[in-house]
Structure formats: structure tokens, C-alpha cells
């Protein structure tokens, strides 16, 4: 079992940055892999980055690829979603999602993939 609580959401305007942090308690967290999704309203859940256990590999939607990057800290239990260029598209609640199960590949991309969320952050970007 992990519990994760994310930070860093806001107001923000166009062009302007966020990072975002999630922190995790429970079991060990380089045994997780984590993703970041978010969700606008009256749009389904997306997917928005996802990095392995040990860090260094890396997945990243089109829509933020180049403006976004997902880093972890396994000795702080801790990944980071920072944005960059933002863009009124990207305003949404904004969660981190765990699994220990699997190998770190394209399915980290799905949330069905996940067991464990946050509760999310808001991220508004005023044009």
C-alpha cells in the first residue's frame, strides 16, 4: 500500500511554469513505477508522463513533450512533473499514480495500469 499526495498546483498565466511534486508513504518508492495524468473538466482522464523505478526512462504525451519533464527522487520518495510554456489547454486537476507490478513499458501510458492515486492539484492557466 502507498499513499501519495500531490503539491504545486495554481494559478498560473500563459507561458508561465509549475512544478509539481507527489510524495509518497508506505512501501518502499523505487519499487513504483509513477505516472502524472490529468483531467479537464468534462474530459476523460489522459495521460500525461511516466518514468521507471530508477528513473532515467521516461514517457511523455505528445501535447506536452518538450514543454514538460517527470523526474524522481526515490531518496525523498518523490516525482516531479515540471512544466514549462504552459497553455490555457492545460489547465486540469493534475494526479500521480503508482504501480509496483510490471516492467516499465508504452502500457505506462494507460491508467488502468496504475493501483494507487493522489487525489490531484489544480493547475489553472489564465490566457
Known amino acids: 500500500q502507498v499513499q501519495l499526495v500531490e503539491s504545486g498546483g495554481g494559478l498560473v498565466q500563459a507561458g508561465g511554469s509549475l512544478k509539481l511534486s507527489c510524495t509518497a508513504s508506505g512501501r518502499t518508492f523505487s519499487s513504483y513505477i509513477m505516472g502524472w495524468f490529468r483531467q479537464a473538466p468534462g474530459a476523460e482522464r489522459e495521460f500525461v508522463a511516466s518514468i521507471r523505478r530508477s528513473g532515467g526512462s521516461t514517457y511523455y504525451a505528445d501535447s506536452v513533450k518538450g514543454r514538460s519533464t517527470i523526474s524522481r527522487d526515490n531518496v525523498k520518495s518523490t516525482v516531479y512533473l515540471q512544466m514549462s510554456s504552459l497553455k490555457p489547454e492545460d489547465t486540469a486537476v493534475y494526479y500521480c499514480?503508482?504501480?509496483?507490478?510490471?516492467?516499465?513499458?508504452?502500457?505506462?501510458?494507460?491508467?488502468?495500469?496504475?493501483?494507487?492515486w493522489g487525489e490531484g492539484t489544480q493547475v489553472t492557466v489564465s490566457a
Open positions: 499514480a503508482a504501480t509496483p507490478r510490471g516492467l516499465f513499458n508504452i502500457g505506462t501510458t494507460l491508467a488502468t495500469t496504475y493501483d494507487y
